[in-house]
């Protein structure tokens, strides 16, 4: 019997990737996400790489407490267990805090990020089996924040919190807790953020080329395999690490304020 994944987002950037990278280790997948033509293209493309295997999707959007409530629902009749839970799910919106339409769109941006990654991850946790992994798919934007992404800092910050939680609770059922904070990919999202960045972060920020995301999603899942918690790839992300660790808080802050953008007043 094959092992099994489930991956919120998968279908398409990084959890696609993730998916396909899996699915040539001979795991069964389920893929959760929104756009049902997306989930179709996505199954067709990792069946057509591993005959072997199966694969299964879901049109569910995470922010959807009942959606999210039924589907999980649905996976724990039709499965026994899965062995790989992937948190994934996740859009990039940039705008000043003050810029956002309403705060039902403030709030859409939390649900998704935050919420629904502590939802994926409640509802998941039952299904999981000794042994088994959790993958958290962070940013390096969860360890500062820049203006333009505060709510997207908010969300990755908190499920970096989240994520060493969840290490220690699941400690005892020996299941093995990662926490990918990443730099910039090469995916849709990042094809999106670019498209609609305002010329002031363009202008100071000075974005180098992305990482493909397959080979993030190799470099991931070796770590995965590895136990290693913590997965940073990006050199700017253990830059930025290395100067809050090493520097006192307000040098690393000073530091930190001379390479990040801010808007124009």
């Given at each position: 019997?094959?092992?099994?994944?489930?991956?919120?987002?998968?279908?398409?950037?990084?959890?696609?990737?993730?998916?396909?990278?899996?699915?040539?280790?001979?795991?069964?997948?389920?893929?959760?996400?929104?756009?049902?033509?997306?989930?179709?293209?996505?199954?067709?493309?990792?069946e057509?790489l591993?005959?072997?295997?199966?694969?299964?999707t879901?049109?569910?959007?995470?922010?959807?407490?009942?959606a999210?409530?039924?589907?999980f629902?649905?996976?724990?009749?039709?499965?026994?267990a899965?062995?790989?839970?992937?948190v994934?799910?996740?859009?990039?919106?940039?705008?000043?805090?003050?810029?956002?339409?309403?705060?039902?769109?403030?709030?859409?941006?939390?649900?998704?990020?935050?919420?629904?990654?502590?939802?994926s991850?409640?509802?998941?946790?039952?299904?999981l089996?000794r042994?088994?992994?959790v993958?958290?798919i962070?940013s390096?934007?969860?360890?500062?924040?820049?203006a333009?992404?505060?709510?997207?800092?908010a969300?990755?910050?908190?499920?970096?919190?989240?994520?060493d939680?969840?290490?220690?609770?699941?400690?005892?059922r020996?299941?093995h807790?990662?926490?990918a904070?990443?730099?910039?990919?090469?995916?849709?999202?990042y094809?999106?953020?670019?498209?609609?960045?305002?010329?002031?972060?363009?202008?100071?920020?000075?974005?180098g080329?992305?990482?493909?995301?397959?080979?993030?999603?190799a470099?991931?899942?070796?770590?995965?395999?590895?136990?290693?918690?913590?997965?940073?790839l990006?050199?700017?992300v253990k830059?930025?690490?290395?100067?809050?660790?090493?520097?006192?808080q307000?040098?690393?802050?000073?530091?930190?304020?001379?390479?990040?953008?801010?808007?124009?007043?």
């Amino acid at each position: 019997m094959n092992k099994i994944a489930l991956i919120t987002g998968g279908s398409s950037g990084l959890g696609l990737e993730l998916a396909g990278q899996l699915v040539r280790k001979g795991y069964d997948v389920l893929l959760l996400a929104r756009d049902e033509g997306r989930l179709q293209a996505a199954k067709a493309s990792l069946e057509a790489l591993n005959s072997r295997i199966n694969v299964h999707t879901f049109v569910c959007d995470v922010a959807d407490e009942q959606a999210m409530c039924s589907t999980f629902a649905t996976i724990s009749r039709r499965f026994e267990a899965i062995d790989f839970l992937i948190v994934n799910a996740a859009i990039a919106t940039i705008d000043l805090l003050g810029d956002y339409k309403s705060l039902q769109e403030v709030n859409r941006n939390l649900k998704i990020n935050l919420l629904g990654a502590v939802s994926s991850t409640y509802l998941g946790i039952p299904l999981l089996r000794r042994g088994a992994h959790v993958l958290f798919i962070s940013s390096g934007f969860g360890l500062v924040g820049a203006a333009g992404y505060s709510l997207y800092a908010a969300s990755k910050g908190g499920l970096n919190n989240f994520a060493d939680a969840i290490r220690r609770e699941l400690l005892p059922r020996q299941v093995h807790v990662h926490l990918a904070c990443l730099g910039d990919l090469d995916t849709p999202m990042y094809a999106g953020e670019l498209e609609h960045m305002p010329a002031w972060i363009k202008a100071k920020m000075g974005r180098g080329k992305p990482m493909p995301a397959g080979q993030a999603a190799a470099a991931i899942l070796k770590g995965c395999f590895r136990r290693q918690f913590r997965i940073n790839l990006s050199s700017d992300v253990k830059l930025l690490i290395l100067v809050q660790k090493l520097l006192p808080q307000k040098l690393s802050t000073y530091v930190i304020d001379r390479v990040l953008p801010f808007p124009p007043v």
